[in-house]
């Protein structure tokens, strides 16, 4: 059977151009997916009827079959202007149709986001994210960098906490967490309530990542109050994406990602040091280049002189 093609659409700010047709006919079919995905639709994010709701949205939307097929996937985030950081992307809400989970869905949406993000803010942006799925968790951790909490980052710094203390303060109605629900500031968790509709019970397998370290970590930082969600702040790199031609392809894990940013600057760090010494790198790849080349000719004659003989 042939594997089914999906059609990815990136969207910033797209209530800013779309007529109001365009709105309510978007709005119906996240609302369809919605119906199918979550415990009930809340007049919130996407699924709002206000005529500005896609004013601060930034989308990406997953059609099956090619661009007039029914959606089966979408990410809608919200845009949040905060005091003293400018603005920040809260990743919003994800939803996979049931019949299409665990087929690499949600890692497809978010490698489209990126793209659109180093595009839109190629000096990176700040996000924020709430959830208690551990596969939205530790996919997010592992796409972007400086997130807390998470093992790398232990204590959380100046921008982490402004950003969390506004969320908490200022934009709870946007993130539909009501009002009453209890901020920890120290651990960044909000203590919902195990009957909202957002919560996903830690234990069931069904929301895991692969990566079972780091579900262990999440799932203790939420273990001691049931209904607990994580509020995840952190940045997302453009560094952490190769540019190539127009698009951006992820290198790897924000770690490993670093310590190749890393290594290639000691690299030309030592080379100028060298060059200081003896010769500049230039000449010194260009001595390398001749080597090389000598070595080539000479193994030439060789085989010729095998050859003769
Ligand atoms: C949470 C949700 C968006 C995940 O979507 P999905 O398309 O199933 O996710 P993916 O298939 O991309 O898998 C995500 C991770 O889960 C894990 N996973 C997926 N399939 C797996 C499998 N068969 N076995 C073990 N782990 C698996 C992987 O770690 C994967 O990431 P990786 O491929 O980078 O390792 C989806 O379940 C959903 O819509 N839930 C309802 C709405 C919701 O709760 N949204 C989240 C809060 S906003």
Redesign the pocket.
């Known amino acids: 059977m042939a594997p089914i093609k999906y059609a990815f659409e990136s969207h910033h700010r797209p209530g800013r151009h779309w007529t109001t047709k365009q709105k309510d006919k978007l709005r119906c079919e996240l609302r369809a997916v919605g119906e199918a ?2 415990p009930s639709v809340p007049n919130y994010n996407c699924f709002s009827e206000s005529p500005t709701a896609f004013d601060n949205k930034v989308m990406v939307i997953a059609r099956e079959g090619g661009s007039t097929g029914r959606i089966v ?1 979408f990410v809608s985030c919200i845009l949040l202007t905060i005091d003293g950081i400018g603005t920040v992307l809260h990743t ?5 149709l049931p019949e ?9 949406l978010f490698t489209h986001l990126h793209r659109l993000l180093c595009a839109e803010y190629p000096s990176g942006i700040w996000f924020s994210s709430v ?1 208690s ?1 551990l ?2 968790l ?2 997010l951790l ?1 796409a972007t960098s400086n997130v807390f909490p998470s093992p790398d980052v232990v204590t959380p710094q100046d921008t982490h906490v402004r950003i969390a203390t506004a969320i908490s303060q200022n934009h709870r109605a946007e993130l539909d967490i009501e009002g009453d629900v209890t901020f920890d500031p120290e651990r960044f968790l909000f203590y919902s309530s195990p009957d909202s509709p ?1 919560w ?1 019970d830690p234990a069931n397998k ?6 079972k370290i780091l579900n262990n970590f999440y799932v203790s930082a939420m273990e001691q109050v049931t209904g607990s969600e994580v509020l995840q702040v952190g940045f997302m790199d453009p560094m952490l994406y190769l540019r190539v031609g127009r698009t951006s392809i992820r290198v790897a894990h924000a770690s490993t990602a670093y310590s190749v940013l890393e290594y290639g600057s000691k690299l030309s760090e030592l080379l100028s040091m060298i060059g200081s010494h003896f010769l500049s790198s230039r000449s010194f790849w260009r001595r390398f280049t001749n080597l090389r080349k000598w070595s080539l000719y000479q193994q030439m004659l060789r085989v010729k002189m095998e050859v003769k003989n």
């Open positions: 995905s979550l996937a919003g809400l994800t939803c996979v299409k989970r665990r087929q690499g869905l949600q890692g497809r959830s799925s596969c939205s530790v996919s592992l957002w996903k069904d929301y895991h990542h692969r990566n």
